[in-house]
């Protein structure tokens, strides 16, 4: 007696009185096996195709459907056997669940049920037949999607691909971010670049002060950033009058710098007439009062003396204005007598005082 093996049909659904741990057993391997369970409501509805489980059963001829609703019911009975004894040694429940898994797809494939992977994951380039991670463009297994410095498991976390390869959070900035030269700390946002240098906003401030710089910007010395009023202070040259930083204009006189406005005559504060002055102790006069601070203006017109020249009394006097106090006659001889700090002729003097 021969069989027509042409035709295949699908049995019924097989159906089991499954406990509440057999029930979280198989939703957990669906998961891992990758079987939609919207898929399997929408395949139950059909007159085409039934799931039982989770999974689709393409049935042998009619002599071994009994056979094969046996397997099914001795591999649940395996599940919840294993389920409820006690494992022989301690184990990860990740390792345990690959082993029942490996097995259900071995036993299911004996059924002539096909599980069909999710892609190959990255690192051990196996199967992937349960939960999977998408990144950079390939599929990994869980628990080996991990940084490729610390070997930690990223999971849900923000990681950053550098060379193809992934790193978590922390160890990509302590890596390879640009490093702040006040702190050394890595910078993980904006930035600021000055000085051949990078540094926290927060972190470029005056070296002097400690004030963060305004629009005018900052001045470098020696390696240091300041504030145009600090640099100033510090390093530009002073004013030979006030003692204060020139930032402009400038003279140059006596081997020193000057604000224009700094550069008069140090006792009447008059500005030189066409930049001419003179100088006594290294500072600048005009003419009446150096010749003032060197004793050389006549005691008679208070004007400076630059030719000839009579001293007398601790004075000094143009010739023609060294005179008798009371006639007014030049005493250009010489000969003078002295009363009251005043000169006379002898003639006169006799006539007063005598």
């Known amino acids: 007696m021969s069989r027509d093996l ?15 741990s057999q029930d979280h057993l198989i939703e957990e391997l669906q998961d891992r096996l990758g079987i939609d369970n919207q898929q399997e409501q929408e395949e139950w509805q059909s007159q085409d ?3 039982t489980e989770g999974v689709t059963v393409t049935a042998r ?13 001795k591999f649940m009975a395996q599940g919840k ?5 006690p494992p022989s040694t301690a184990s990860k429940p990740g390792s345990q669940l690959d082993t029942m898994l490996g097995s259900l797809q071995s036993d299911l494939n004996k059924l002539g049920v096909a599980t069909v992977a999710k892609g190959v994951c990255g690192a051990c380039k196996k199967p992937i037949a349960g939960q999977v991670v998408t990144a950079m463009g390939k599929t ?14 990223i999971g849900s976390r923000n990681f950053f691909e550098r060379d193809g390869q992934p790193y978590c959070e922390k160890d990509y900035h302590n890596l390879f971010s640009p490093r702040c030269y006040y702190c050394n700390g890595p910078i993980l946002d904006k930035v600021v670049t000055a000085l051949d240098r990078t540094w926290h906003p927060e972190h470029f401030f005056c070296a002097q002060c400690g004030a963060f710089f305004g629009p005018e910007g900052f001045h470098e010395k020696d390696g240091k950033a300041y504030c145009r009023k600090d640099y100033f202070d510090m390093f530009a040259p002073k004013c030979g009058g006030c003692a204060r930083a020139i930032l402009e204009n400038y003279i140059s006189a006596l081997n020193t710098l000057w604000h224009p406005e700094c550069f008069v005559c140090r006792e009447c504060f008059t500005p030189f007439v066409n930049g001419s002055f003179f100088e006594h102790d290294g500072q600048p006069y005009c003419e009446v009062h150096y010749h003032e601070r060197r004793g050389s203006l006549c005691s008679g017109c208070q004007k400076p003396i630059t030719g000839r020249c009579i001293t007398a009394m601790g004075k000094k006097f143009h010739p023609e204005h060294f005179v008798c106090a009371f006639c007014l006659k030049q005493l250009n001889k010489g000969t003078f007598k002295e009363q009251n700090d005043k000169p006379y002729c002898q003639n006169c003097f006799l006539k007063l005082f005598c």
């Open 6 to 20: 042409s035709p295949r049909r699908k049995l019924g659904p097989a159906i089991f009185h499954k406990t509440e």
């Open 49 to 51: 195709a039934w799931l």
């Open 61 to 73: 001829p009619r002599g071994e459907e009994q056979s094969d609703a046996q397997q099914v019911e």
């Open 81 to 85: 056997a294993g389920s409820s004894s």
């Open 140 to 153: 990994w297994h869980p628990e080996h999607f991990v940084c490729t410095h610390c070997q930690e498991e």
